[in-house]
């Protein structure tokens, strides 16, 4: 048995909220050792409820630490020239700085890439903002503060999302944080494994608004070949069919045989075979054109039974599944199975509570390590200690 794949990376975590350390959690879930250095105040996710103990500048909120496990905390204000110097230090012991300051504030620190690449060649410096660094183009909104909802309007999921285009409607998880944080990771991997062949690092550059408009891809190609903006339907897909929620007695179902057999299959489940060889619902195309009468034969099918009944009948056959709700969710035993939720310790006494396992499974470190998210500073002498010891 191996041990962690990126046991031995050290990782320098400037980041706060959600995009960063989202990132900087999924190195460490696979055994980087990451530093998160906060301000004296904390990150401000630290606040950001359910609380799970102070309320103060040293608190310990659910937003923080479901984000935050692996870590270790180092307490340090940026702002005076002796933690500076000591930042300066932990990056020259790191492999890799991860930030996501808006634009300028790193220059302002004296820690712009191009300082820092000059003095540790080998680093990989990775930056999270709204709108990216000038390096890798100049936006004209460089100097705009981002969050997850102003990435979703601006890259296009909120223009194909909510029930028509009056009434777009955001996404209700932080995409906008989590994909940049994501992709990140991904860039930060290619450009250590370069690192080592090369010993050259680089600057690895995702902004929020060029992560969402990946995840929209659809409607480039879309508008590039029709000349039109595609525009929300609701819980229906433009281009396959069917491919969207029904109701059902007591709920709802989404339900997806967009491929002539699974339509096939589909109208035999509903009992109503004659569907699968009726030319007005046979191929794809067809079906579009008639896509209310469609999801109507379905629905005077699903409306009739439970979704516990519909997901029954259809599972293993076509695919299929319930708008899980949390609750739902904490008791699915595909969940069990697959660790995704798993109980960590409070800070102190108290019961543990739940949060989101690692998605990502590997053969070779099939038991994942939670450690709970760390206090403000708990582990400013033993990394300092770490400093003095190189």
Same mark, same amino acid.
């Given at each position: 048995?191996?041990?962690?794949?990126?046991?031995?990376?050290?990782?320098?975590?400037?980041?706060?909220?959600?995009?960063?350390?989202?990132?900087?959690?999924?190195?460490?879930?696979?055994?980087?050792?990451?530093?998160?250095?906060?301000?004296?105040?904390?990150?401000?996710?630290?606040?950001?409820?359910?609380?799970?103990?102070?309320?103060?500048?040293?608190?310990?909120?659910?937003?923080?630490?479901?984000?935050?496990?692996?870590?270790?905390?180092?307490?340090?204000?940026?702002?005076?020239?002796?933690?500076?110097?000591?930042?300066?230090?932990?990056?020259?012991?790191?492999?890799?700085?991860?930030?996501?300051?808006?634009?300028?504030?790193?220059?302002?620190?004296?820690?712009?890439?191009?300082?820092?690449?000059?003095?540790?060649?080998?680093?990989?410096?990775?930056?999270?903002?709204?709108?990216?660094?000038?390096?890798?183009?100049?936006?004209?909104?460089?100097?705009?503060?981002?969050?997850?909802?102003?990435?979703?309007?601006?890259?296009?999921?909120?223009?194909?999302?909510? +029930?028509?285009? !009056? %009434?777009?409607?955001? #996404?209700?998880?932080? @995409?906008?944080?989590?994909?940049? $944080?994501?992709?990140? =990771?991904?860039?930060?991997?290619?450009?250590?494994?370069?690192?080592?062949?090369?010993?050259?690092?680089?600057?690895?550059?995702?902004?929020?608004?060029?992560?969402?408009?990946?995840?929209?891809?659809?409607?480039?190609?879309?508008?590039?070949?029709?000349?039109?903006?595609?525009?929300?339907?609701?819980?229906?897909?433009?281009?396959?069919?069917?491919?969207?929620?029904?109701?059902?007695?007591?709920?709802?179902?989404?339900?997806?045989?967009?491929?002539?057999?699974?339509?096939?299959?589909?109208?035999?489940?509903?009992?109503?075979?004659?569907?699968?060889?009726?030319?007005?619902?046979?191929?794809?195309? +067809?079906?579009? !054109? %008639?896509?209310?009468? #469609?999801?109507?034969? @379905?629905?005077?099918?699903?409306? $009739?039974?439970?979704? =516990?009944?519909?997901?029954?009948?259809?599972?293993?056959?076509?695919?299929?599944?319930?708008?899980?709700?949390?609750?739902?969710?904490?008791?699915?035993?595909?969940?069990?199975?697959?660790?995704?939720?798993?109980?960590?310790?409070?800070?102190?006494?108290?019961?543990?509570?739940?949060?989101?396992?690692?998605?990502?499974?590997?053969?070779?470190?099939?038991?994942?390590?939670?450690?709970?998210?760390?206090?403000?500073?708990?582990?400013?002498?033993?990394?300092?200690?770490?400093?003095?010891?190189?």
């Amino acid at each position: 048995m191996t041990g962690p794949p990126l046991a031995g990376l050290r990782i320098v975590d400037l980041t706060q909220v959600l995009a960063g350390p989202f990132c900087t959690m999924l190195l460490a879930d696979l055994g980087a050792d990451v530093i998160k250095v906060e301000p004296p105040t904390g990150d401000v996710a630290r606040r950001w409820g359910p609380s799970l103990g102070s309320d103060g500048p040293d608190g310990y909120a659910g937003y923080f630490a479901s984000v935050n496990r692996n870590k270790r905390s180092v307490r340090l204000d940026l702002a005076t020239e002796e933690d500076r110097a000591t930042v300066l230090e932990l990056i020259g012991g790191a492999d890799v700085l991860v930030e996501n300051f808006r634009v300028g504030v790193m220059e302002r620190l004296g820690l712009s890439y191009e300082e820092l690449h000059a003095r540790f060649p080998r680093l990989v410096y990775a930056s999270i903002s709204g709108f990216g660094t000038p390096r890798a183009g100049a936006s004209p909104y460089v100097d705009f503060p981002a969050f997850d909802i102003i990435a979703q309007a601006m890259g296009g999921l909120m223009s194909v999302t909510g +029930a028509d285009r !009056e %009434h777009p409607m955001k #996404v209700g998880p932080g @995409i906008g944080d989590v994909l940049p $944080a994501i992709l990140a =990771a991904f860039g930060i991997l290619a450009a250590v494994r370069q690192a080592e062949a090369t010993g050259e690092g680089q600057h690895v550059d995702v902004a929020m608004y060029d992560a969402v408009l990946a995840l929209s891809e659809r409607i480039v190609y879309q508008h590039s070949l029709t000349g039109r903006s595609p525009e929300p339907q609701g819980n229906t897909h433009p281009l396959l069919c069917p491919y969207g929620l029904v109701s059902t007695r007591d709920g709802a179902v989404a339900v997806a045989a967009p491929t002539d057999a699974l339509w096939r299959r589909l109208a035999v489940v509903i009992g109503r075979d004659e569907l699968g060889a009726d030319p007005r619902y046979a191929t794809n195309p +067809a079906r579009l !054109e %008639h896509a209310r009468d #469609v999801y109507a034969a @379905i629905e005077q099918w699903s409306c $009739a039974r439970t979704t =516990a009944e519909v997901v029954d009948a259809l599972g293993g056959q076509v695919p299929c599944g319930p708008v899980s709700t949390a609750a739902d969710i904490a008791v699915d035993p595909h969940v069990a199975a697959r660790r995704m939720i798993v109980q960590i310790d409070r800070p102190g006494p108290g019961d543990r509570f739940g949060i989101v396992g690692e998605p990502v499974k590997l053969s070779g470190d099939p038991d994942p390590r939670y450690v709970r998210a760390p206090l403000l500073g708990e582990h400013n002498d033993e990394v300092l200690a770490e400093l003095r010891d190189l």
